[in-house]
């Protein structure tokens, strides 16, 4: 079974509009850490936001926020006040167990997301 | 402080050539990490280090050998090349729940 899944390969937002990119995520360790990556059309990877098992609320980083439903086993992101620089990839990522165990992160196949003006 | 760097930034090789790519991070990381990056795919772990003087293997880890003999420094190697290999690869180091990653480099492989 995959990790993360990303359902969404593309989506479209209006530009100022809301939009929510899903993520679930598969694992029994109760101990694990969810994040979101953004990747521009440059390639590097922007570390946007990161929610932990035991948070009990929800992340949020300015406009990113996490919503996290830990009994469905999902971590959507949600950007409001979408902008035209918003264009890009978007990854979901997950650790799995202690930081002891290496911090590793299995990441998703990504969404693709369009800003229009 | 230039966070995480990688060289070269671009290379092409020709099956069974031999390479190494560098990574070095200037934060006093002790965990570093390396992936690839393949069309539609998200990134996939490599190897890693847990510090000076270890690797371990990730998910992806063969045709690939790792060094890291300096704390700042870590080592991907390519001893016999192959068009499989032909990706975008990153390196990464930790700190926290963040992992920082460096431009990438683009492989290709004829």
């Known amino acids: 079974a995959q990790k993360i899944t990303q359902t969404q390969p593309g989506m479209f937002v209006q530009e100022k509009e809301a939009v929510t990119l899903d993520c679930t995520y598969d694992t029994s360790d109760p101990s694990y850490g969810l994040f979101w990556y953004k990747q521009p059309s440059s390639g590097e990877m922007i570390f946007l936001i990161y929610?932990?098992?035991?948070?009990?609320q929800n992340a949020t980083e300015g406009r990113y926020s996490l919503n996290f439903q830990k009994a469905r086993k999902s971590a959507n992101l949600v950007i409001s006040a979408s902008q035209l620089g918003d264009s890009a990839m978007y990854f979901c990522?997950?650790?799995?167990?202690?930081?002891?165990?290496?911090?590793?992160?299995?990441f998703g196949t990504g969404t693709r997301l369009a800003v229009r003006p | 402080n230039a966070g995480v760097t990688q060289t070269p930034k671009f290379r092409v090789l020709k099956t069974g050539q031999s390479m190494t790519l560098l990574c070095a991070q200037d934060?006093?990381?002790?965990?570093m990490y390396w992936y690839r990056q393949d069309p539609g795919m998200g990134l996939r772990l490599i190897h890693y280090s847990v510090g000076e003087g270890t690797t371990a293997k990730g998910e992806v880890p063969d045709g690939y050998n790792v060094s890291r003999l300096k704390k700042q420094n870590f080592l991907l190697g390519l001893e016999s090349a192959a068009p499989s290999q032909t990706s975008v690869y990153f390196c990464a180091s930790l700190k926290g729940n963040q992992q920082f990653f460096g431009p990438g480099t683009r492989l290709t492989v004829l």
């Open positions: 934060m006093n990381h002790e965990y």
């Open positions: 990522a997950m650790r799995e167990g202690l930081q002891s165990s290496g911090d590793k992160l299995t």
């Open positions: 929610q932990g098992s035991y948070d009990q």
